[in-house]
Nanobody, 126 residues
Framework: QVQLVESGGGLVQPGDSLRLSCATS????????MGWFRQAPGKERDFVAA????????YYATAVKGRFTISRDNAKNTVALQMNSLQPEDTAVYYC???????????????????WGQGTQVTVSS
C-alpha cells in the first residue's frame, strides 16, 4: 500500500506561484509513475501532469503546459509540482497519485492510478 501526502497548497493571487509536494510512504517510488490531478467544485477530477520512473519523460495537460513543471526525487521519495502564472481557473483540490507501471509507460488517465493522496486546496483569487 502506497500512502501519499500532499502539501503546499494555499491562497494566492493571479500571477503568483506555488510549489506542491507529495511525500510517499514507500521505501522507493522508482517503480511508479507519478501524477498530479485536480478537481474543481462540481467538476471531474482532471489530469494535470505525470512523470515517468526516471523523470526523463513528463506529460502535461494543455491548460497547464508551459506554466507547470512536475519533478521527482527518487532518493527522497517525493514528487513536486511547480505552478507558475497561476490563474483563477487553476483553483481546485490537487491530488498526487501513483501507478505501478511498466518502464516507459506513463498513464494520463485517472483510472490507471491506484494510489491517491488526500488532496491539497489551491485557491487563486484577487
Amino acid at each position: 500500500q502506497v500512502q501519499l501526502v500532499e502539501s503546499g497548497g494555499g491562497l494566492v493571487q493571479p500571477g503568483d506561484s506555488l510549489r506542491l509536494s507529495c511525500a510517499t510512504s514507500q521505501r522507493t517510488i522508482s517503480g511508479y509513475s507519478m501524477g498530479w490531478f485536480r478537481q474543481a467544485p462540481g467538476k471531474e477530477r482532471d489530469f494535470v501532469a505525470a512523470i515517468s520512473w526516471s523523470g526523463d519523460s513528463t506529460y502535461y495537460a494543455t491548460a497547464v503546459k508551459g506554466r507547470f513543471t512536475i519533478s521527482r526525487d527518487n532518493a527522497k521519495n517525493t514528487v513536486a509540482l511547480q505552478m507558475n502564472s497561476l490563474q483563477p481557473e487553476d483553483t481546485a483540490v490537487y491530488y498526487c497519485a501513483a501507478a505501478a507501471t511498466p518502464a516507459g509507460y506513463v498513464p494520463q488517465v485517472r483510472f490507471q492510478y491506484s494510489y491517491w493522496g488526500q488532496g491539497t486546496q489551491v485557491t487563486v483569487s484577487s
